[in-house]
């Protein structure tokens, strides 16, 4: 799948020639609202498969039924962008390689989720690499929440993906350049990522990468249909 390392959003990395986010780090991808955070997250998400890791995929506003049809029609994409026929192959690794777990109404909390994971591991022994937790409300998550979230993640030697909504009238940056709603908590996070509209297109933008220095204009434009990477 060396096709799907030009069009991954995770292609972002090698700007800086980083390896991107290892086993028991962090990363936020920060956008407005209908700008794409959950197609971005799960086009990573099958990059992370296709190299033959499991995920976990948690959402905290979407069943999963909902869920399962967006990495449905985000497969397809996929499948067009690589000009690729629909591998009966690649659709069982993607449905073998990820779970997805769903806490609508605020019913999200540590210890469900660990005790969802623990089930996971006793009942068929899925154990993840990577975790997508996608709606997490960081304007009133409490900082103890990502503190022990991200313990979790060096435990279970996982990498954990989250979306952060930000807000057009919210314009608060603070000194490393970092913005609402994540200004406040950015060192918990080894990768800070922001999605952005800009006139030229759809772009991803690098703007921390753990202690790498961030390169002027690190950013990738994203088709702004499939988001991926634009050849």
């Known amino acids: 799948m060396d096709r799907l390392r030009k069009v991954s959003p995770l292609r972002i990395f090698d700007i800086c020639g980083s390896d991107g986010l290892r086993p028991g780090n962090m990363a936020v991808l920060i956008a407005r609202a209908g700008v794409g955070k959950t197609a971005c997250l799960i086009n990573i998400a099958l990059d992370k498969i296709f190299q033959g890791k499991m995920l976990v995929h948690i959402s905290v506003e979407e069943t999963p039924e909902k869920v399962r049809f967006y990495y449905n029609v985000i497969f397809q994409d996929f499948l067009k962008v690589l000009d690729l026929d629909d591998d009966l192959e690649l659709r069982l690794r993607v449905d073998r390689n990820k779970m997805i777990l769903s806490y609508l109404n605020n019913s999200f ?123």
Not at 119 to 124: A, D, E, G, Q, V
Not at 163 to 178: C, F, M, P, T, W
Not at 194 to 211: A, V
């Open 109 to 231: 909390d540590l210890n469900r989720l660990r005790s969802s994971l623990a089930n996971l591991s006793r009942k068929t022994g899925f154990k993840p690499d990577a975790m997508i937790i996608d709606g997490l409300d960081f304007e009133n998550v409490e900082k103890e929440l990502l503190l022990q979230l991200r313990e979790l993640a060096k435990v279970l030697e996982v990498e954990i993906w989250f979306s952060a909504l930000s807000h057009r009238h919210r314009q608060d940056v603070n000194e490393r350049g970092i913005p609402y709603p994540c200004h406040e908590v950015d060192d918990l996070f080894d990768v800070i990522l922001q999605l952005k509209p800009e006139p030229t297109g759809l772009y991803l933008w690098l703007l921390k990468d753990r202690e790498h220095p961030i390169v002027q204009n690190a950013k990738l434009k994203l088709d702004s249909t499939t988001f991926l990477v634009e050849t």
